[in-house]
T-cell receptor
Framework: NAGVTQTPKFQVLKTGQSMTLQCAQD?????MSWYRQDPGMGLRLIHY???????DQGEVPNGYNVSRSTTEDFPLRLLLAAPSQTSVYFC??????????????FGPGTRLTVL | DAKTTQPPSMDCAEGRAANLPCNHS???????VYWYRQIHSQGPQYIIH???NNETNEMASLIITEDRKSSTLILPHATLRDTAVYYC???????????????FGSGTRLQVQP
């Protein structure tokens, strides 16, 4: 299994540009999520999905869109990039969202700079 | 919402036990406590989780107080490779639908000294 993969690893955008960060997992996990991590800070939840066709907002959803058309993929879209979105973005997946234990598996991250 | 409080940083001598505390005084009765760590700029890595009882695995031990308001992660013999940021996490309800998701705080930066 490749686990959780993210592309690209690095990206530089200009203010106002749009782009999509890709995330895929091959573990048949229902739950997927996107986090951002600013320098010296912890991870903040952007959006998450409990299954194909179902998404929900996290702590910091503004400026980002997501969709979940398949179990495997959970892309994150930045519609109008702003310098405040400069960050490292992590995608994660886990088996489910029940009350029982669910270990989250994280991807290697995408380092985004918005000029 | 259940949230956690951790010291921002700790030092530990190599080979000694590292004890990382976490307060979660508003945790509800059916919420799990999870511990993750993040080495340098990699993605976070799962360490251990617990509900009421103490737990141990090959990486660490987790001690949860009887009232569940706090817990301690123990790395029994810290090595230089254990230098990382350690996150204590409980699930919190999101604002829109009440569904719950893991939320990371700032964590504890553990520096293992040679």
């Amino acid at each position: 299994n490749a686990g959780v993969t993210q592309t690209p690893k690095f990206q530089v955008l200009k203010t106002g540009q749009s782009m999509t960060l890709q995330c895929a997992q091959d573990m048949n996990h229902e739950y997927m999520s996107w986090y951002r991590q600013d320098p010296g800070m912890g991870l903040r939840l952007i959006h998450y999905s409990v299954g194909a066709g179902i998404t929900d907002q996290g702590e910091v959803p503004n400026g980002y869109n997501v969709s979940r058309s398949t179990t495997e993929d959970f892309p994150l879209r930045l519609l109008l990039a702003a310098p405040s979105q400069t960050s490292v973005y992590f995608c994660a997946s886990s088996r489910g969202q029940g009350l029982a234990y669910n270990e989250q598996f994280f991807g290697p991250g995408t380092r985004l700079t918005v000029l | 919402d259940a949230k956690t409080t951790q010291p921002p940083s700790m030092d530990c001598a190599e080979g000694r036990a590292a004890n990382l505390p976490c307060n979660h005084s508003t945790i509800s009765g059916n919420e799990y406590v999870y511990w993750y760590r993040q080495i340098h700029s990699q993605g976070p890595q799962y360490i251990i989780h617990g509900l009421k009882n103490n737990e141990t695995n090959e990486m660490a031990s987790l001690i949860i107080t009887e009232d569940r308001k706090s817990s301690t992660l123990i790395l029994p013999h810290a090595t230089l490779r254990d230098t990382a940021v350690y996150y204590c996490i409980v699930r919190v309800a999101t604002h829109s639908t009440g569904r719950r998701a893991l939320t990371f705080g700032s964590g504890t930066r553990l520096q293992v000294q040679p």
